[in-house]
């Protein structure tokens, strides 16, 4: 992008012109507007707070087009219609469902006050993981409305995770030929990750596809994203990540970024809890729970990390990536063990091995 270009997006997205030239589409333009996040990426996307009179409201500048806003709208309509407490698209004043200006796509919710789910709160884990499971049933047969895009992920977890699994291989094979501080901290750790990533890759083998329950997954559930009103009931926001996808991955990812805190480091207890919880609404199959083994076996950041550094090597900070997996490694010892336990909890549960 030019910087001229930039300049004008820039001048496009601030706040006394979206003031100027958005709100008065939804009869907002004597209100008070304050950016809240901008961010200029490929995805590039801006919140503002509009507060007018009594009530106060979350407009939003998508990065997708269309069909994929449409998909969307139609996500947070079903919801809506089974009770889960989600941000619904309020209209323009000529009923429209978003406001296209300069090719850009604002959408306008009401603002939800409340806390952030906090991951040292075991109530808000419970109640999260609970939850997401009432949203995966309420949504095992979610329909987009026509004109919608169809959005659906699936992945086989097995593919992906062989191609990681690879991408390791092919980064201990850099580290060992440039020897620097970056391969040096990568080699020290490499026994630990590569095991972590092996265990993965066999579980990830012996997976039933079809075993796995889909629905209408969020795929960005982290704390940020669930809100605690003041009744202590959980709000939803955030949908733009949303699609059709293995139930197995949202409550993975729900998991993974509790568990790997400083405070709630790979913790066993915590993460049974949360599964618990989620299956007193919504149990999942052997497979399901293989799926998570998985994606919480593998060593994520160690991977992505590294992955990143030697495919960028000539125009990397190598500080930056060496603190990066200076930070990614403190745990992985951790993660090992939390492992070796998961399974044997798992395993204890169904009565046969994973792999």
Same mark, same amino acid.
């Given at each position: ?23 008065? &589409? %939804? ?29 106060? /409201?979350?407009?939003?500048?998508? /990065? /997708? ?7 969307? %709208? ?60 009432? @949203? ?14 169809? *959005? *659906? ?6 593919? +992906? ?53 889909? +629905?209408?997954?969020?795929?960005? &559930? ?6 605690? !009103? ?15 996808? &293995? ?5 993975? %990812? ?27 609404? +919504? ?5 399901? @729970?293989?799926?998570?083994?998985? %994606? ?18 000539? *125009? ?33 549960? &169904? !009565?046969?091995?994973?792999?």
């Amino acid at each position: 992008m030019s910087e001229t270009v930039k300049a004008n997006v820039y001048s496009y997205l601030s706040e006394q012109n979206v003031k100027a030239q958005v709100l008065p &589409y %939804y009869g907002l333009e004597k209100g008070c507007i304050t950016q809240i996040k901008f961010k200029d990426t490929d995805k590039q996307r801006a919140v503002y707070r509009i507060d007018f009179k009594d009530k106060s /409201y979350c407009l939003k500048k998508v /990065y /997708y087009e269309i069909p994929d806003l449409l998909f969307v %709208y139609s996500a947070l309509e079903w919801f809506y219609r089974y009770n889960i407490n989600v941000p619904r698209l309020l209209p323009t004043v000529d009923k429209g469902r978003f406001v296209k200006y300069k090719d850009m796509l604002f959408i306008l919710t009401p603002w939800i006050e409340g806390v952030k789910c906090s991951y040292d709160n075991i109530d808000h884990i419970i109640d999260s993981a609970s939850n997401l499971a009432r @949203m995966h049933s309420a949504a095992k047969k979610f329909t987009p409305m026509d004109g919608s895009s169809n *959005k *659906k992920q699936l992945e086989d977890i097995f593919l +992906s995770t062989q191609k990681h699994y690879d991408n390791i291989l092919y980064c201990s094979s850099q580290a060992f030929q440039l020897r620097d501080k970056f391969s040096k901290l990568f080699l020290n750790h490499f026994e630990t990750n590569i095991k972590l990533a092996k265990t993965a890759l066999e579980a990830a083998s012996t997976i039933n596809i079809s075993n796995l329950t889909t +629905s209408l997954c969020h795929l960005d &559930y982290v704390n940020k994203n669930i809100l605690f !009103d003041s009744k202590n009931e959980v709000w939803v926001i955030d949908f733009d990540k949303c699609s059709i996808d &293995y139930r197995s991955h949202d409550i993975s %990812y729900f998991l993974r970024r509790l568990l790997k805190r400083d405070n709630t480091k790979w913790d066993l207890e915590i993460a049974v809890n949360a599964i618990t919880a989620y299956e007193k609404i +919504s149990p999942l199959s052997f497979d399901d @729970m293989k799926y998570i083994f998985v %994606y919480l076996s593998f060593p994520q950041k160690y991977w992505k990390i590294s992955k990143d550094y030697y495919n960028n090597l000539k *125009k990397c900070n190598k500080n930056s990536f060496y603190i990066l997996l200076t930070k990614a490694v403190e745990k992985d010892d951790f993660q090992l063990s939390f492992v070796k336990e998961f399974k044997k909890y798992i395993e204890n549960r &169904y !009565d046969t091995s994973i792999f």
